[in-house]
């Protein structure tokens, strides 16, 4: 059973920084894609950043030159690094990806890890 496991949310001051881990555990071929999404109050949940295929990677708008998203091969684990955080980054944060699980993909998400940007 391929599961996700996300760590690394709490509260941050503006200007500050988190850095948000995704384990994939399990059996399983290979990781595909991978990617963060959140998801704020009273809103829809959007994709943030991702990682495709062979290394394409995509930031939405408002995220760009202050989020990374980063993956360790060797651990199954990927990473989003985010930097001069603002108060409208607030939101659950949940990672997703697409696994090859035998001769077929499957999309698998984490329990979510709530960000708070707050003075």
């Known amino acids: 059973q391929v599961q996700l496991v996300e760590s690394g949310g709490g509260l941050v001051q503006p200007g500050g920084s988190l850095r948000l881990s995704c384990a994939v555990t399990g059996t399983f071929f290979s990781i595909y894609a991978m990617g963060w999404h959140r998801q704020a109050p009273g809103k829809q949940r959007e994709s943030v950043a991702d990682i495709v295929g062979g290394g394409r990677i995509n930031y939405v708008d408002s995220v760009k030159g202050r989020f990374t998203i980063s993956r360790d091969n060797a651990n199954n684990t990927f990473y989003l690094q985010m930097n001069s955080l603002k108060p409208e980054d607030t939101a659950v944060y949940y990672c997703?990806?697409?696994?090859?699980?035998?001769?077929?993909?499957?999309?698998?998400w984490g329990q979510g890890t709530q960000v708070t940007v707050s003075s």
């Open positions: 997703n990806a697409v696994v090859k699980v035998g001769p077929h993909q499957y999309n698998y």
